[in-house]
């Protein structure tokens, strides 16, 4: 499967506690994004990657929020000191650098419940 | 503020018939718009999609429409099938640099009944 992929599919923590979310995008494509989805909402930009570097974040990502994508290929998005507040889906997606790149493809979600 | 709206929460239509569903939106800036199809548990996966310089795209079953004029683009599903039955989301991405981020709709409940 050549697709986006992300891990884990569904996460459950407990308030206070730190989580972190894998994506693994198509390949070939340079441009990564990450967004976020809550029940009865479309999803919201919270950043966005070019190769390895971040080059922009939505207000949305606060201090606690931190995303890497180190060697240019997979991303982590880190939550610290989750709050109830942070329980959502989290979207990855990827888009070509050229051609394209207005086509972002999806990954499953993870989906985050914190209690 | 929501930049793109989607005033349907959901649409009804018998299997066999056209679904119409409509997208309007405010901002000028935006030059590429798109529709996303999504499950529960799923992540959005991409349908079809227009650039502000033409009005009019087709492929297969799927046609979005694009009136510039007005900021009102629709995607026309023909014939509809009980498996197009899902959320669709209308998308739109702004001319500003590198970054295409999407600016979403809250999205349409689509139910095709056999």
């Known amino acids: 499967d050549t697709g986006v992929s992300q891990d884990p599919r569904h996460k459950i923590t407990k308030r206070g506690q730190n989580v972190t979310f894998r994506c693994d995008p198509i390949?070939?494509?340079?441009?990564l994004y990450w967004y976020r989805q809550t029940l009865g909402q479309g999803p919201e930009f919270l950043t966005y990657?070019?190769?390895?570097?971040?080059?922009?974040k939505s207000r949305l990502l606060s201090d606690r929020f931190s995303a890497e994508r180190p060697k240019g290929s997979f991303s982590t998005l880190e939550i610290q000191r989750t709050e109830q507040g942070d329980s959502a889906m989290y979207l990855c997606?990827?888009?070509?650098?050229?051609?394209?790149?207005?086509?972002?493809?999806f990954g499953p979600g993870t989906r985050l419940t914190v209690l | 503020d929501q930049q793109v709206k989607q005033n349907s929460p959901s649409l009804s239509v018998q299997e066999g018939r056209i679904s119409i569903l409509n997208c309007d939106y405010t901002?000028?800036?935006?030059?590429?718009f798109l529709w996303y199809k999504k499950y529960p548990a799923e992540g959005p996966t991409f349908l079809i999609s227009?650039?502000?310089i033409k009005d009019k795209n087709e492929d297969g079953r799927f046609t979005v429409f694009l009136n510039k004029s007005a900021k009102h683009l629709s995607l026309h599903i023909v014939p509809s099938q009980p498996g197009d039955s899902a959320v669709y989301f209308c998308?739109?991405?702004?001319?500003?640099?590198?970054?295409?981020?999407?600016?979403w709709g809250l999205g349409t409940s689509l139910a095709v009944n056999p």
């Open positions: 227009i650039s502000s």
């Open positions: 901002n000028s800036m935006f030059d590429y």
């Open positions: 990657f070019q190769n390895e570097a971040q080059l922009e």
């Open positions: 997606a990827s888009s070509e650098t050229s051609g394209r790149v207005n086509e972002q493809f």
């Open positions: 998308a739109a991405s702004p001319n500003a640099g590198n970054n295409r981020k999407l600016i």
């Open positions: 390949s070939e494509h340079n441009r």
